[in-house]
């Protein structure tokens, strides 16, 4: 792991202040704050065209926010670019997932592993010594604890362009754990599965969230309520780039502002169960 | 293959002796101490790697589980039950249940939670052996129902951390309990295995049950034992074999192969790493011996035709020119004629250009002897196997002899029949035309139900209600359930069965039930099969959502109307299907149409589907369906829909 000092659990891991960004004249964000904290599931719920992804590209580095700050482990990251975040320990899934279609599952999680290699080009094609050693590890790093967690052994060889979409978001997800990150961003990892693929996600979250192996940050979009509510332990709610309400599910749910902008409409409210 | 043989022979050379005093962990213990730390008793693909696990390894965890079962309070007699996937632990836990002189009790891992609870309660089991999560779910909400249920014993961690409830335990704890207790009785195990005796009950096995509740049948060592002793005395195993176990331990079938016949030769279990990847991993392994209900094959032939219709026109000439020599030396060999020396020529080119790796992508690159069991297989698919030179034999038995009575025997197949007796075996047929057998493995009785042991024990003679008959060659031929048997307008018995596996050979139907006990003519409910059938549709770019949008397409009728014209060929007129209807949904073992080893069970889905026989056997073109059906999910959906009929022009 990429060695920054350590929080402990129930601190702020990230904190964005005063972000605004806008597009053009466009105000995609105004006066958005958020507290991550370390060990919790964060989600972040709105409407489509709320400034959600946005958000997550602003934290990941994709954007850079006009105004405000971005902090995590109390460091200001703003200039930081996206790989440099993702040595801190920042990962994150796609909307639309965004994987390597002509490689192999395997593959894919093998590349997410790519900030822990140590060993240079030489060293590396020669594959001797400390390189093999060193190889053979992260293989069962993949093997034991993602693999096995994601239950993908079946497809373990194959390409990932073959597989249904439901898969592919589990080796997108699988690719951003092989980073071992601290804070995993998840943009809509639930859209477009069917009852039984919301399901296993919904569990595999959990797991990355409480097994004592991973105790990972996260830091969920998602428009599936249900899911939401029972997953989160914070939810923030925006509307045209405006704070609605930040709070527990609970205070969120039964905020009227939220249950007009969003959840009161039937159709939005978008829970499969 | 000739070098294997004569290894083989003086492995068997020292085959056990089978007494009245030995019993299963007995013979465990001899092996393990005989086959030590050298040998590889099984492996288990985790990981991605198969790990080797030796018998001195199987003897130290089965000892720490036998023992920690024993400090939480095991009796002599005790039921333990078992659930979960083939893995090492559950083989040691039944292992283990055994050695502290308690009875194993295995049950499918996709038994509803009534049937687990039915299961449990009925055998009056104080343990539960659970595999993961799911199965210690199951068992959590039965345990308020069941207050015999005493201890729950989970091995896989994952998605544990929450529980904290008294009455779980970890395999970990378990077997630290149990090092504990060895620590200080060093001598125990030994002692407690030592008291046993042949005679005593070691399983208790649920019989599916295609009519009623399922019955538990105890079964002896001494009845496992001989069951694996007279298999072996007809076609031999060796030590050197590799098996793949993946169908449920529930299952005799699987019981006696891992336990009858592999502790007497102690060859290899291999065990797949997940219930996706066992073709695959079967494939790497590439075992000696199998055995496997017809399912396993009719889904291995479907594989090949479809991949076959896929595949690049010289490829298809390839095969179809393979499949025409095959079936011609397959039929050469039913017919006990020699095969003229050309043919064996063009049988060979055959094999090296085509059969030797479609064998080896089915997992049979070196199979020795299959076998098939359970429910009827249809000729045309055990001409398939031959044809591409598997030896596959029929096996005849039921869950009351510890396994099978009846087998082929090499060189003597006839696929209408299931063969002959195996040694120390007595297959007679009643008046009534009943088979009844009298063999050292027949079952000591059901659990709990004299009645039914009443009937279907009597002198030694095992009634097993199948109806057949011994043909000039002393072959069995199994006819059907004595109640399953139907009479056609001309008054022939019919075994709907028989029509039913012919139809299944097309690779786009997947169940098929055939109707017309004492009618005017023979009809079906067809069941397609959602994938094939699926993309032969995306080829021919039909459009639909759902397995039942499928199944009413036209198209889809005329596909299926050709595969039953097809089925119908040679048959005589009275044994024609007339008429046939396309189900709205698959035939499916939780709504109970299907036994857990995915028997039909007639007389439930004639009550339940009683609108569409009626309809088959009226003017009418359509039945109005109106009905709830629940997915495995707990959802409900209503459909309402029209079911076309088809009839069957000459």
Known sequence: MVATHRIKEGDVLLELKNIHMFFGKVCALSDINLNVRKGEIHSIIGPNGAGKTVMMNIINGLYHPQKGSIYYKGQKINKLRPYQRAKLGMARTFQKVEVFGGMTVLDNIRLGRHIHLKSGIISGSLYIGKTAREEIEHRAFIEEEIIDLLEIEHIRNKPVGMLPYGLQKRVELGRALALEPELLILDEPLAGLNLEEVEDMARFIIDINEEKNWRVTCLLVEHDMGVVMDLSDHVLAINFGNTVVDGTPEEVQNNPEVIRAYLGEEDLYATRR | ?650
Request: net charge neutral.
């Open chain 2, 1 to 650: 293959m000739q070098q294997e043989d004569k290894t083989g022979q003086s492995d068997s050379g020292n085959v056990v002796k089978i007494t009245k005093t030995l019993t299963i962990p007995k013979l465990f213990i001899r092996q393990a101490e005989k086959l030590g730390k050298d040998t590889v008793a099984m492996r288990e693909k985790e990981f991605g790697i198969w790990r080797p696990i030796t018998w001195q390894q199987y003897l130290e965890n089965v000892r720490q589980i036998a023992l920690g079962l024993i400090s939480l309070g095991l009796k002599d007699g005790d039921k333990v039950c078992m659930i979960g996937t083939n893995r090492p632990e559950g083989l040691w836990a039944e292992m283990a249940a055994m050695c502290a002189r308690g009875i194993g009790v295995w049950l499918f891992q996709d038994c509803l939670i009534d049937e687990v609870k039915y299961i449990v309660d009925h055998s009056d089991s104080r343990f539960l052996f659970a595999e993961s999560q799911e199965e210690v779910d199951k068992a959590l909400s039965i345990i308020n129902e069941c207050p015999k249920l005493e201890k729950i014993i989970w091995d896989d961690p994952k998605g544990m951390r929450n529980y904290t409830e008294d009455c779980l335990i970890s395999l970990k704890n378990l077997q630290a309990l149990g090092k504990e207790l060895d620590k200080n009785h060093p001598r125990l195990f030994e002692e407690m295995i030592h008291k046993g005796y042949g005679e005593e009950t070691a399983l208790l096995f649920y019989t599916s049950g295609t009519t009623a509740l399922p019955k538990g049948a105890l079964l002896s060592h001494y009845n496992m034992l001989t069951m694996g002793r007279n298999l072996m005395a007809v076609d031999p195993c060796f030590k050197t074999d590799d098996y793949a176990s993946y169908l449920p331990f529930a299952w005799i079938g699987e019981q006696m192969m891992s336990i009858s016949c592999g502790l007497q030769i102690g060859f290899t279990i291999n065990f797949p790493e997940s219930i996706e990847t066992s073709q695959a991993n079967i494939r790497e392994i590439g075992p000696h011996v199998m055995f496997a209900p017809p399912r396993m094959y009719e889904q291995m032939t479907r594989t090949v035709q479809v991949k076959n219709l896929d595949s690049t026109w010289f490829k298809r000439i390839c095969y179809n020119l393979a499949a025409k020599i095959g079936y011609h030396v397959a039929d050469l060999k039913f017919k006990k004629k020699s095969v003229p020396f050309y043919w064996k020529i063009l049988e060979f080119m055959a094999y090296a250009g085509v059969q030797k790796k479609l064998k080896d992508n089915l997992g049979l690159s070196r199979i020795r002897n299959a076998y098939t069991g359970g429910a009827a297989m249809g000729p045309d698919h055990f001409r398939f196997f031959h044809a591409l030179g598997v030896n596959l034999k029929q096996i005849y038995g039921q869950t009351e002899v510890a396994g099978i009575s009846v087998v082929h025997k090499t060189n003597d197949i006839k696929f209408d029949t299931v063969g002959s007796p195996i040694p120390e075996t007595e297959v007679k047929i009643t008046e009534d035309g009943e088979i009844i057998t009298k063999s050292p493995s027949v079952f000591q009785g059901y659990y709990k139900n004299p009645e039914a042991t009443k009937n279907t024990l009597v002198d030694g003679w095992l009634y097993s209600g199948d109806k057949g008959f011994i043909d000039d060659d002393g072959h069995l031929v199994v006819f059907d359930r004595s109640k399953d048997v139907m009479t056609l307008t001309d008054g022939k018995p019919f075994a709907p069965q028989y029509l039913e596996t012919r139809l299944k050979f097309s690779p786009y139907i997947k169940d098929s039930w055939v109707i017309g006990d004492n009618l005017d003519y023979l009809t079906a409910v067809i069941c397609i099969d959602y994938s094939v059938v699926g993309k032969w549709a995306d080829e021919k770019k039909l459009t639909y959502t759902s397995y039942h949008e499928l199944s009413q397409q036209m198209q889809i009728y005329d596909l299926i109307e050709k595969q039953i014209r097809h089925a119908n060929k040679d048959l005589p007129p009275a044994a024609k299907l007339k008429k046939f209807i396309n189900l709205y949904k698959e035939l499916d073992a939780d709504d109970d149409e299907l036994t857990r080893t995915r028997k039909l069970r007639r007389a439930f889905v004639l009550t339940r589907y009683q609108q569409i026989v009626d309809a088959l056997y009226s003017e009418a073109d359509f039945v109005h369906i109106d009905t709830t059906i629940s997915y495995e999910d707990g959802r409900k959906a209503h459909i309402k829909t029209d079911l076309h009929i088809c009839k069957i022009m000459d």
